[in-house]
């Protein structure tokens, strides 16, 4: 990695020209961006060995929250990115590859910046789960190179265009899952005075239903003074 410092500012900033200022911020950025890449560095070996037993945190994320100043969420999207482009070791000291190797590259460089680093990280996640493993770091190596230079909306039509490789097809449509019809019944005074009675039943309940207004419907017995038994 090359050395890169902050640039000297003019004792008198107002006075400088034009060229002058854009030189400034754009060495600025860069040195923000590889003192990111450094820190994601440093969080990926802490990931790898453990935050619990170096620090006494659950967690990479609730460490750095703490020391950062950061929230919970902000400290995960930062710890997240850093596993993304660095290599880790798992449990049993196996190094565990990173999953944007092109990427992390272009970053340690100062020449791309998190908001471009998550944007080609969903991408990958977005691309068809079959394809090979060629066929993956491939896509990746053509977003990290033009990452340095695009914008959101250039990568997101490279993206397009990689799924149209990759994915010619497109996915097969789902079959919506039928929803289950809910009990509801409707009772309406009509101006007749009759009553209407509509719903939507299910079986058990519907067949209770039938029966009672069946029996409701049959002659009921009537006594010796003419009178119906109720």
């Not at 460490?63 to 995960?76: C, F, K, N, T």
């Not at 719903?199 to 009672?212: F, I, M, N, P, Q």
Request: glycine content about 8%.
């Amino acid at each position: 990695m090359s050395e890169t410092f902050l640039p000297e500012l003019p004792q008198e900033l107002w006075r400088a020209g034009k060229l002058e200022l854009a030189h400034g911020v754009q060495q600025s950025l860069q040195v923000i961006r590889i003192a990111t890449a450094c820190l994601g560095r440093f969080l990926a070996e802490i990931e790898s060995r453990g935050a619990k037993d170096l620090y006494g945190h659950g967690s990479t994320a609730s460490w750095l929250a703490e020391i950062a100043g950061l929230s919970r969420g902000e400290a995960g999207a930062v710890v997240k990115r850093a596993i993304a482009l660095n290599p880790t070791r798992a449990l049993d000291g196996t190094e565990v590859p990173p999953l944007a190797p092109a990427t992390a590259a272009v970053a340690a460089q100062g020449l791309v910046g998190d908001e471009r680093i998550d944007q080609i990280l969903e991408i990958l996640k977005n691309l068809p789960a079959e394809i090979s493993a060629e066929e993956r770091a491939g896509a990746e190596q053509i977003l990290a190179n033009l990452a340095p230079a695009a914008g959101p909306r250039q990568l997101a039509k490279a993206e397009a265009n990689l799924q149209g490789l990759l994915n010619p097809d497109g996915n097969e449509p789902k079959d919506p899952e039928p929803k289950e019809p809910r009990r509801e019944i409707t009772l309406e005074r009509r101006k007749d005075g009759f009553w209407k009675l509509t719903g939507l039943l299910d079986d058990e309940t519907g067949a209770r239903t039938a029966a009672a207004l069946e029996a409701h419907a049959q002659p009921r017995p009537v006594d010796e003074f003419g009178q119906a038994d109720l």
